[in-house]
């Protein structure tokens, strides 16, 4: 018999398996690169918000240390005010306090004072901190909408340290001056668990 004669080729079974076998393999990788994908986009939106949050919480640590009040000022446009809210069962304060701003365009007659103010807001079940300024001696300066500061919030908390205790309302029309420190908790969402990030203030300017 001649070698050729000999060689039958491969049988159905055995290319049925080999089939089986290479559709296995294919699966294993088309899920282990979209896997890798899909980390690799939920790492770089969590370094998004890293981002954003950091930002955030630095624009407010530089706020309240350039917050302004002077007990003499009659019309009480100094000011730096905490409220303690609720927004179902989470932290939602608002803060609104004077401070210095640097001076974006001098063309536009603004003073370098300004009126900050944050507050939550929640739609379609999200919540938003929100930001809004306006200038305290140019009365005709236009006052800036609200806008997102930062999106994907759980919760925002104020708290006021008075010198013996921290409290999370405060009125510097009623306490008479700033608080001592300021600090500053929110919470977000990473990977569908709660975390945390504290920022820690002091106020240095007294008044004008």
Not at 5 to 10: E, L, M, P, V
Request: aromatic share 8%; with cysteine.
């Amino acid at each position: 018999m001649s070698a050729t004669s000999s060689n039958k080729g491969f049988t159905l079974l055995e290319i049925l398996i080999a089939v089986v076998l290479l559709g296995i393999l294919a699966g294993a990788l088309y899920g282990s690169y979209f896997g890798v994908v899909r980390a690799r986009e939920r790492a770089a939106a969590g370094m998004e918000s890293r981002r954003e949050l950091g930002a955030t919480l630095d624009l407010i640590r530089r706020e309240v240390s350039s917050a302004m009040f002077n007990s003499k000022d009659k019309h009480k446009r100094l000011r730096f005010i905490v409220e303690d809210r609720d927004s179902f069962g989470a932290p939602s304060s608002t803060l609104e306090l004077t401070t210095l701003s640097p001076l974006a365009d001098l063309s536009r007659g603004e003073s370098g004072i300004v009126t900050v103010g944050y507050r939550m807001t929640e739609k379609d079940s999200k919540r938003t901190l929100t930001r809004q300024e306006r200038d305290m001696v140019f009365s005709g300066s236009d006052v800036t909408a609200a806008f997102p500061q930062m999106e994907r919030i759980s919760s925002f908390l104020v708290e006021c340290y008075d010198g013996s205790k921290w409290v999370r309302s405060w009125d510097s029309a009623i306490n008479g001056a700033l608080p001592k420190a300021v600090k500053v908790t929110v919470q977000v969402e990473e990977e569908g668990r709660p975390v945390e990030f504290s920022m820690l203030a002091t106020p240095r300017i007294s008044g004008l």
